[in-house]
């Protein structure tokens, strides 16, 4: 089983995301959940690593998507990519407005 702590979590993103864009996937994360695969936004629900919103979302990857980080860093990596192009791009849009 995957370790779930937050160095953990951190170090294994690392390995998927691509050099390049590591730099911004993390300034995203960190600012989202902290690296907290638990982490849930009380106002709105968003889930995850990426605070997803809903959460069940992430089931577009797998349906471990509550426990598993692979699936979080995944389908964040994938949303970064399809909504704004790359996660240089989302950090870009996230520094102007605080949100992606």
Known sequence: ?????????????????????????????THESDW??????????AYGLPQALPGSKMAEVASDWRTNPVTQISWGLK????????????????QTHHWY
């Open 1 to 29: 089983m995957t370790s779930t702590t937050p160095t953990a979590v951190r170090a294994l993103a690392r390995t998927m995301v691509p050099a390049g864009q590591w730099a911004a996937f993390d300034a995203i994360i």
């Open 79 to 94: 949303y970064m990519n399809e909504r704004y192009g790359s996660p240089n791009a989302a950090w870009s849009f996230w």
């Open 36 to 45: 907290d695969i638990h982490a849930t936004n009380p106002s709105s629900g």
